[in-house]
């Protein structure tokens, strides 16, 4: 006898197709609530005109053509640092010019032109809550320098090492943009510093001395801050180990200075595969034509691209909002990856969100969205001990014998654990 005895069994085909209708239409009735709310997250694709309208008003400030809209040195160069220039781009309220005047001294700021035409005019717009210092970064009383003691966890120069076959290069601390909730705030500083070739060179002889490394991470700051010639060089190196099987990048021009991934730049990657990058899209509006574009040529390139989203107070804390952004990234060929809740940097912990939120939207994603659509919930365990997964209880209860599981739509089940019949394969 079946452990599944079929519902369906005895009845008629009219019967089944009625049940499968009635089915069909609870499954609707669970999403009407997002399709009426998708409309007032507008995408970039959305928001298109404003944006554009934004882009040209920028130019003319500047003078630019579009050659220097399209140049990243340009935007590199334009960056705004300044209320003077800031308040002659877009409308600011005194509040808004109060807290960066008073902020700037204890924080540095830049917001590439780029970035800044995707600013809405509403003091509480993503962009500008993730571009624009606040007055809550000088009242942060909890927030530390260095949470994950990376300090503590750098077995050679450049270099950060939790896991057993994978570490991290940090390879420069510029920015295209510096995110007010930044991680690695004490980096940032008041100079754009690269590694210099010889920290480079020791980073790269320990990875050879160390054969268990298999999977190399380039960050920063942002990894494409590197020059082409040094990020070839650097690949080359790598390729070069044979213990290293993936190289992966930690960047967030395609969101912040998509200009950045030229033909150039794609040339050389696709020299060097197989290259994964990560970048950090934290709302629908970040998801543009120009970003559309960038990871086009990235995915030509053959490069394989994921997300990792930070949840953040204010900005994406909404089912919602987490679920049109990661169909969005979708729509581009960007696989969200990660959410990370974030972590307690000093002068950033008006961010933080309850870890409730974060299992929310978990609980919003499964089984409503794609399963590519869905990322997971990290949270870093203090002191570098690693990215820890959340997830909503799944497994209610379990013996030997069964498991009692909930689904996504939180309907109970005792389901066999029947392959305790069966021998284990391997030593
Ligand atoms: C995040 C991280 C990695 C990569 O972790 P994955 O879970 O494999 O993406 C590797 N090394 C360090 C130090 C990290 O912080």
């Given at each position: 006898m079946s452990i599944y005895p079929s519902k369906g069994r005895l009845m008629s085909r009219e019967t089944k197709r009625e049940i499968a209708l009635q089915r069909a239409a609870e499954l609707k009735a669970r999403i009407v609530d997002y399709l009426d709310a998708r409309a007032s997250i507008p995408s970039g694709f959305e928001a298109a005109d404003e944006i554009e309208a934004n882009r040209r008003r920028i130019m003319a400030y500047f003078g630019a053509t579009e050659d220097d809209w399209q140049d990243w040195r340009w935007q590199l160069k334009n960056r705004v640092t300044s209320v003077a220039v800031l308040e002659e781009l877009i409308p600011l309220t005194a509040a808004e010019k109060e807290a960066i005047l008073r902020v700037e001294r204890t924080y540095r700021w830049a917001v590439s032109p780029y970035y800044l035409s995707l600013m809405g005019n509403d003091p509480e717009c993503p962009i500008r809550r993730q571009a624009l210092p606040g007055a809550a970064e000088l009242e942060d009383e909890v927030g530390v320098l260095d949470p994950m003691d990376e300090e503590l966890t750098s077995p050679a120069p450049a270099i950060t090492r939790r896991y057993p076959d994978r570490l991290i290069i940090n390879v420069t601390n510029q920015c295209a943009m510096y995110c007010r909730h930044c991680q690695r705030r004490r980096n940032i500083g008041e100079v754009d510093r690269s590694r210099s070739r010889r920290e480079l060179e020791q980073a790269i002889e320990y990875i050879r001395r160390n054969e268990e490394i298999r999977d190399v991470l380039i960050t920063g700051?942002?990894?494409?801050?590197?020059?082409?010639?040094?990020?070839?060089?650097?690949?080359?190196?790598?390729?070069?180990?044979?213990?290293?099987?993936?190289?992966?990048?930690?960047?967030?021009?395609?969101?912040?200075?998509?200009?950045?991934?030229?033909?150039?730049?794609?040339?050389?990657?696709?020299?060097?595969?197989?290259?994964?990058?990560?970048?950090?899209?934290?709302?629908?509006?970040?998801?543009?034509?120009?970003?559309?574009?960038?990871?086009?040529?990235?995915?030509?390139?053959?490069?394989?691209?994921?997300?990792?989203?930070?949840?953040?107070?204010?900005?994406?804390?909404?089912?919602?909002?987490?679920?049109?952004?990661?169909?969005?990234?979708?729509?581009?060929?960007?696989?969200?990856?990660?959410?990370?809740?974030?972590?307690?940097?000093?002068?950033?912990?008006?961010?933080?969100?309850?870890?409730?939120?974060?299992?929310?939207?978990?609980?919003?994603?499964?089984?409503?969205?794609?399963?590519?659509?869905?990322?997971?919930?990290?949270?870093?365990?203090?002191?570098?001990?690693?990215?820890?997964?959340?997830?909503?209880?799944?497994?209610?209860?379990?013996?030997?014998?069964?498991?009692?599981?909930?689904?996504?739509?939180?309907?109970?089940?005792?389901?066999?654990?029947?392959?305790?019949?069966?021998?284990?394969?391997?030593?």
């Open positions: 700051g942002d990894a494409l801050m590197l020059s082409d010639a040094t990020l070839d060089w650097l690949l080359t190196e790598l390729d070069n180990i044979p213990h290293v099987e993936i190289k992966r990048l930690g960047t967030r021009v395609p969101v912040t200075l998509p200009q950045r991934i030229t033909p150039e730049l794609c040339r050389i990657l696709a020299k060097h595969p197989p290259i994964y990058l990560n970048t950090q899209f934290n709302h629908p509006r970040e998801v543009t034509p120009a970003a559309k574009a960038a990871c086009d040529r990235l995915v030509q390139a053959g490069v394989v691209l994921g997300n990792q989203a930070v949840l953040l107070n204010g900005i994406n804390n909404h089912p919602f909002i987490m679920k049109k952004l990661n169909q969005e990234l979708l729509k581009i060929r960007v696989r969200p990856y990660y959410i990370f809740h974030a972590k307690p940097v000093k002068g950033t912990t008006h961010f933080i969100t309850t870890i409730e939120e974060g299992v929310e939207i978990m609980e919003h994603l499964r089984g409503y969205t794609s399963g590519l659509a869905v990322p997971t919930y990290i949270i870093n365990a203090p002191h570098g001990l690693g990215k820890t997964p959340i997830l909503p209880q799944y497994v209610l209860a379990r013996n030997e014998d069964h498991v009692v599981l909930r689904t996504w739509e939180k309907r109970t089940i005792l389901y066999p654990n029947l392959g305790r019949r069966n021998k284990r394969a391997g030593a």
